[in-house]
């Protein structure tokens, strides 16, 4: 068994990036330049955000963060979107979610820009990646490609099953899993709290996409012998022991599933280290295509 290890992965990409970034200054360009908009004081966009302008200081972006409270009305949200999108010295920007409960967090993905959309959010971006067309693709997906591209494992014509069927894990994995290029050309399915014989499908995998958000959903019965588990979980759980007061758990029950795998990414410092590096991979696109 191999344990795929994201937080040194995740490190690796943000060195090539800086490496990447450093050539484009010298060559009289300007750095990449990210701007996030955070809503309101919740503690884990609190939490995420810093990690993302920390991210840009790593890779050598410029880096513009934008604060509002809770009072802010959506039309004051849109017009602020608005702005970005026109305004020439942003590569891309993000909208931190969740959004407080009077805006419409649907119609302010759609007010961003698809070119500025590094979040992979928007629509377009969506659709554009279900037609296989270039595109930003949302940071968890992205990250456990990368992950599966890194580790060499081998995708084409391989059973991958998908538990979940999100619109940001679920339903685009699926969608790069099945797209015609490496890694990817596998024979995807996807399974949800509807799925008959639901133990059997993952039992048949030779990749498991668990995402589902229900700690250690996955037991050892449910896992091929030899197969390859992602574990996209991470709901945290009351721990008195941490400084924080929880920990986070993953969809697989690691310590009976390990054994059995050939690669299994761990909870934490398995997919999730890896998504703040595809928000990077995404702005740096942007900034290329500039
Ligand atoms: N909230 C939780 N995850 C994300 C993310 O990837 N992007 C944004 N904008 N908000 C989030």
Same mark, same amino acid.
């Given at each position: 068994m191999q344990l795929i290890d994201g937080k040194a992965t995740a490190a690796a990409i943000k060195q090539e990036i800086a490496e990447e970034v450093k050539t484009m200054v010298a060559n009289g360009e300007r750095a990449p330049h990210l701007a996030a908009i955070l809503v309101g004081h919740d503690g884990g966009s609190e939490t995420y955000v810093a990690a993302k302008v920390k991210a840009c200081e790593e890779c050598g972006f410029t880096s513009t963060l934008l604060r509002f409270e809770d009072s802010i009305t959506e039309e004051e949200l849109l017009a602020q979107v608005d702005a970005l999108n026109k305004n020439? &010295?942003?590569d891309g920007f993000i909208v931190q979610l @969740?959004?407080?409960?009077?805006?419409d967090s649907q119609k302010v993905i759609e007010a961003v820009d698809y070119r500025k959309d590094v979040d992979g959010f928007n629509p377009v971006n969506v659709g554009r990646l279900s037609i296989g067309l270039p595109c930003f693709v949302s940071a968890t997906p992205s990250g456990i490609m990368d992950l599966l591209d890194r580790y060499h494992i081998e995708t084409k014509g391989k059973h991958c099953v998908v538990l979940g069927r999100s619109n940001i894990v679920g339903k685009p994995v699926a969608m790069l899993m099945m797209q015609k290029t490496n890694p990817g050309n596998a024979t995807v399915t996807v399974c949800h709290? =509807?799925? &008959?014989n639901l133990n059997e499908i993952c039992a048949s995998a030779d990749i498991l996409i668990a995402a589902? *958000?229900? @700690? &250690?959903?996955?037991? =050892?019965?449910m896992v091929k012998e030899g197969a390859v588990v992602i574990d996209v979980g991470t709901t945290r759980v009351p721990d008195a022991t941490k400084k924080s007061g929880f920990k986070l758990k993953g969809d697989v029950k690691f310590d009976e599933v390990a054994p059995k795998c050939s690669f299994i990414t761990p909870?934490? *410092? *398995?997919?999730g280290p890896m998504t703040i590096c595809s928000l990077m991979k995404n702005t740096l696109l942007a900034a290329k295509r500039r």
């Open positions: 020439p &010295e942003i @969740p959004l407080p409960k009077h805006i709290s =509807a799925s &008959e589902i *958000g229900q @700690p &250690e959903f996955v037991k =050892a019965d909870v934490p *410092g *398995g997919v």
